[in-house]
């Protein structure tokens, strides 16, 4: 088994499929229906094993370095910005890499205005189960 994290992203990525609308103009109903979707997806990992954990994560967040000299300054950029660029994610563990663009895939139908599926970019990344070797 490997784990994987799938990261769902507000935008960035390849061109979508279906333009995502933002979830503000989204009716009650709509975001509903797309976080419901997720609960199913996930409780059906959950019976077949695969299932590890998932999480929204809130629009805010802020980056913030240390500087060495005291309290560490907070800074939002002039670099594209984590809360905005990522919705959630999901780890899972499965048998293949196959499996877990399957998975994608699948996730990636979540629906968004009118019902109909997003065909959003999910990312896909997997565990690292090792350090990598360094060698001089």
């Known amino acids: 088994m490997a784990k994987y994290l799938l990261l769902k992203h507000y935008r960035g990525g390849p061109t979508p499929v279906v333009d995502m609308p933002q979830f503000d103009r989204w009716t009650p109903e709509e975001f509903s229906a797309h976080v419901q979707y997720m609960k199913d997806f996930a409780a059906r990992l959950e019976e077949s094993g695969e299932f590890v954990d998932s999480e929204a994560l809130a629009p805010e967040g802020t980056f913030v370095r240390y500087d060495g000299e005291g309290r560490p300054p907070v800074t ?3 670099f594209a910005e984590t809360k905005d660029l990522i919705a959630g994610w999901m780890v899972i563990d ?26 959003e970019w999910l990312e896909i990344r997997p565990f690292m189960t090792a350090p990598p070797t360094v060698t001089e």
């Open 76 to 78: 939002d950029g002039p």
């Open 94 to 119: 499965v048998d293949s890499y196959e499996r877990a663009l399957e998975l994608a895939a699948e996730l990636s139908a979540a629906p968004g205005q009118g019902g109909r599926p997003l065909h």
